[in-house]
């Protein structure tokens, strides 16, 4: 979904690919940022904090006019539904992150 997003564009391809990791592993409560997830990404919890805010937020509100065919795609069950995935509550999600 950020393909598509300016605001995505200046963000380096590691950290926008470990900041989606992290929000998918607490959007599924599976567990934090371990440290060998830090050590191999090179990234520590806090590094994207905010990067992960912008993700959660960018599926919450996303428009519905934008990339229907990419929800579409990802909404079949080959790819196991994950655009039907529910966003995290924004309160929620800063909590938890402050606890990382």
């Known amino acids: 979904m950020t393909l598509q997003?300016?605001?995505y564009a200046r963000e380096s391809p590691s950290k926008l690919a470990a900041s989606?990791?992290?929000l998918a592993l607490t959007?599924?409560?599976l567990g934090g940022w371990t440290p060998t997830l830090e050590y191999y990404s090179g990234?520590?919890?806090q590094d994207?904090?905010?990067l992960v805010k912008r993700l959660n937020f960018l599926l919450t509100y996303q428009p519905h006019d934008k990339?229907?065919?990419v929800r579409t795609k990802y909404s079949h069950r080959v790819f196991f539904e994950v655009a039907k995935v529910t966003p995290m509550d924004?309160?929620?999600l800063?909590?938890?992150l402050k606890s990382c």
Do not use: Q, T, W
Request: charged share 35%; glycine share 0%; aromatic share 8%.
């Open 94 to 96: 800063e909590e938890i």
């Open 90 to 92: 924004m309160l929620k």
């Open 27 to 29: 959007m599924k409560n």
């Open 5 to 7: 997003e300016y605001d």
């Open 48 to 50: 994207l904090h905010s």
């Open 67 to 69: 990339l229907k065919a």
């Open 20 to 22: 989606c990791l992290l």
């Open 43 to 45: 990234y520590r919890s």
